[in-house]
């Protein structure tokens, strides 16, 4: 009971943590006068991805390797199977042009990428984490110069007006709570999770790739859930993809930078990360067909069951 309390601590203080950085680091680039626009793209994403990077890093310190990359490929596979599969249930979802030139482009590069380093000697280098960092700084300033153009094309997450107007001195705080809030969640959630897997003699991995992936998921799986049911336009496809590509980039590339994260389980190689390139994959033809610009009910449907399967599969 112990360690299911450490990680539902461990979860709840991530959640809160990641709130309060984004909501600080939105305040900042407003005072920064960063446009709107640029905020949504790149420190809103950045920001949410924080949970992730703070578990990673905190893996991989604690001799976890496992837990490291699978919180990133399980939360991937978590954001397209579950979050946008249920999302597509409650309500078919609209695709831009933005999606098949370039964010969905990019996703199957970086995630080609990933399979590519790990495949190649199992073992995530400081080069090839510097690799990943580089493609997203050029992935932003494509986007950021391609947002521009089409004004009327890009989905920005909601970025609150509102924040424009706090002070520094609650910007700090906000700084403040929230990094203590992820840095004792991940702490709580690591701890928790190796100490399950240990009494239930089940993989690291598998605990990584399931539980704390979909922990990490819950603030977009709640985000769209809301959205969705209040028929305002569900939190987009654009922006999900723009999480995964964080979590490849980012959170593995500054992890790998940090500690070089070696690849133990062969089944993280051989099984998967073969299914989040499959549900980074199929996510074209599902925007493509029946008809263009559009996530249907019944391919959300589609989506969920293959999740589950995943799920089913892993344990």
Do not use: C, H
């Not at 249930?89 to 030139?101: E, H, L, M, S």
């Not at 924040?163 to 928790?192: C, D, H, P, Q, R």
């Not at 089944?267 to 998967?272: E, G, H, M, Q």
């Amino acid at each position: 009971m112990e360690n299911i309390a450490y990680v539902i601590i461990g979860l709840v203080l991530l959640v809160a943590g990641g709130e309060f950085l984004v909501r600080a680091s939105v305040g900042l680039s407003f005072k920064l006068n960063i446009s709107k626009m640029v905020i949504g793209l790149t420190v809103v994403s950045f920001a949410t991805s924080a949970p992730e990077l703070l578990v990673s890093i905190n893996a991989a310190f604690n001799e976890s390797p496992a837990i490291a990359i699978n919180n990133v490929i399980g939360s991937n596979i978590a954001n397209i199977g579950l979050v946008l599969g249920i999302t597509a249930i409650i309500g078919p979802i609209a695709v831009n042009n933005t999606f098949y030139k370039l964010t969905w482009p990019a996703l199957m590069i970086f995630s080609l990428l990933i399979y590519y380093f790990l495949w190649n000697d199992s073992m995530l280098t400081r080069l090839e984490g510097a690799i990943l960092l580089t493609g997203l700084i050029a992935f932003l300033v494509i986007l950021i110069r391609s947002a521009r153009k089409n004004k009327d094309e890009v989905d920005i997450e909601e970025v609150d007006e509102a924040a424009a107007t706090i002070s520094y001195i609650k910007i700090f705080m906000w700084l403040l709570v929230g990094a203590v809030g992820l840095y004792f969640g991940s702490e709580f959630l690591v701890e928790g999770a190796k100490n399950i897997a240990e009494e239930m003699q089940i993989k690291q991995s598998v605990i990584a790739i399931t539980m704390i992936a979909i922990g990490t998921s819950v603030p977009e799986l709640a985000a769209s859930v809301i959205a969705a049911i209040k028929k305002e336009k569900a939190i987009s496809l654009g922006n999900l993809i723009g999480s995964n590509i964080f979590n490849i980039a980012s959170v593995l590339g500054l992890t790998s930078i940090i500690t070089q994260i070696p690849v133990k389980e062969a089944l993280i190689i051989n099984r998967d990360i073969l299914w989040m390139l499959g549900f980074a994959f199929v996510l074209f033809p599902l925007a493509f067909v029946p008809k263009k610009f559009g996530i249907e009910r019944y391919e959300g449907v589609l989506l969920f069951l293959a999740y589950i399967t995943f799920i089913y599969l892993v344990f």
